[in-house]
T-cell receptor
Framework: NAGVTQTPKFRILKIGQSMTLQCTQD?????MYWYRQDPGMGLKLIYY???????DKGEVPNGYNVSRSTTEDFPLRLELAAPSQTSVYFC??????????????FGSGTRLTVV | KNEVEQSPQNLTAQEGEFITINCSYSVGISALHWLQQHPGGGIVSLFM???GKKKHGRLIATINIQEKHSSLHITASHPRDSAVYIC??????????????FGTGTLLAVQP
């Protein structure tokens, strides 16, 4: 049981390049999330999805896009990368709604540097 | 002021010591999570609790909903416990988004 798989683990981008961070979960979770973690800051929500075909913005969505065509996959797209997007990105998934008793499963993270 | 505050930010302990990490929050919540992040590693969920106390091995988590406060305790600490411990709350916003608000973490170093 792989849980949440993120790829790549590391990436260096040049300013203006684009890339897609991949996230796949095999737990049939409805809820999926993308967070970024900056030094000295708590994780910030970029985008989330409550099910296939449904996505919504989090706290810091500018410069990113997502899609959720299947329950398993929730890719995060960076268009026109900027140095401010240098961060560690985490994908997470969860089974239930706002009052769920279930916890979350996190991916291992993607360390992205934009130069 | 952050909605989720952790203290201390940094903690150094000797092997075997009893450790307490605190988390205070200012919003209504439906659940609180304690997470562990090892250097260069991913994030692992330790506990999710909405009342009382939970125990798993040498780790104990407590929450006081009235006080809006939670503590994570580590008994008989070991160098392998060295990590960042993150408190996160699931806001009781009436919606179905299940979003978390994170503290900035407590960096724990346990020396042999």
């Amino acid at each position: 049981n792989a849980g949440v798989t993120q790829t790549p683990k590391f990436r260096i981008l040049k300013i203006g390049q684009s890339m897609t961070l991949q996230c796949t979960q095999d737990m049939n979770h409805n809820y999926m999330y993308w967070y970024r973690q900056d030094p000295g800051m708590g994780l910030k929500l970029i985008y989330y999805s409550v099910g296939a075909g449904i996505t919504d913005k989090g706290e810091v969505p500018n410069g990113y896009n997502v899609s959720r065509s299947t329950t398993e996959d929730f890719p995060l797209r960076l268009e026109l990368a900027a140095p401010s997007q240098t961060s560690v990105y985490f994908c997470a998934s969860g089974a239930g709604g706002a009052h769920s008793i279930y916890g979350y499963t996190f991916g291992s993270g993607t360390r992205l540097t934009v130069v | 002021k952050n909605e989720v505050e952790q203290s201390p930010q940094n903690l150094t302990a000797q092997e075997g010591e009893f450790i307490t990490i605190n988390c205070s929050y200012s919003v209504g919540i439906s659940a609180l999570h304690w997470l562990q992040q090892h250097p260069g590693g991913g994030i692992v969920s330790l506990f999710m609790l909405s009342s009382g106390k939970k125990k798993h091995g040498r780790l104990i988590a407590t929450i006081n909903i009235q006080e809006k406060h939670s503590s994570l305790h580590i008994t008989a600490s070991h160098p392998r416990d060295s990590a960042v411990y993150i408190c996160a709350v699931r806001e009781r916003d009436g919606g179905a988004t299940n979003k978390l608000i994170f503290g900035t973490g407590t960096l724990l170093a346990v020396q042999p």
